[in-house]
C-alpha cells in the first residue's frame, strides 16, 4: 500500500525555520514526483512546491520562493521541504503528495490535480511568539 509520512512540524518563532520531511514507503521516490501543499483553518489547499521524479525541476509558489526549498534524497527515500524566514501566515497543516505518472520535467502546484494519487496525513506547522 503506497504510504507517505510527513513530520518535522512543530512550533516555531517568527523568522525561524523548520525542515519537513516526508517519506516514502511501498513504492520508490526513484519514479514518483512529489508535491508539498499547506492548508489553514478556513483556507483552501495551497501548492507551495514541488518537484519532479527526476529531481531536476523544482516548482515554488510565489508566496514561498526564496525562503522554501525543495530537496530530494533517493537514498533515504525522502523528500525535504527547507522552511526559512517563516512568518505567523505560514501556520497551517503541511501535506506532501504523490504522483506516479512518471512524466519527466513536470510537476505541478494544483492540489486538485488529478496526477497526485496518494496523500501524507499532514503535520502541523504553527509559528507563533
Known amino acids: 500500500q503506497l504510504q507517505l509520512v510527513e513530520s518535522g512540524g512543530g512550533l516555531v518563532q517568527p523568522g525561524g525555520s523548520l525542515r519537513l520531511s516526508c517519506a516514502a514507503s511501498?513504492?520508490?521516490?526513484?519514479?514518483?514526483?512529489i508535491g508539498w501543499f499547506r492548508q489553514a483553518p478556513g483556507k483552501e489547499r495551497e501548492g507551495l512546491s514541488c518537484?519532479?521524479?527526476?529531481?531536476?525541476?523544482?516548482k515554488y509558489a510565489d508566496s514561498v520562493k526564496g525562503r522554501f526549498t525543495i530537496s530530494k534524497d533517493s537514498t533515504r527515500q525522502t523528500v525535504y521541504l527547507q522552511m526559512n524566514s517563516l512568518g505567523p501566515d505560514d501556520t497551517a497543516v503541511y501535506y506532501c503528495a504523490a504522483d506516479r505518472t512518471r512524466s519527466p520535467y513536470m510537476c505541478t502546484l494544483d492540489p486538485s490535480n488529478a496526477r497526485y494519487s496518494s496523500w501524507g496525513r499532514g503535520t502541523q506547522v504553527t509559528v507563533s511568539s
Open positions: 511501498a513504492f520508490t521516490l526513484d519514479s514518483t514526483s
Open positions: 518537484i519532479d521524479y527526476i529531481g531536476s525541476l523544482t
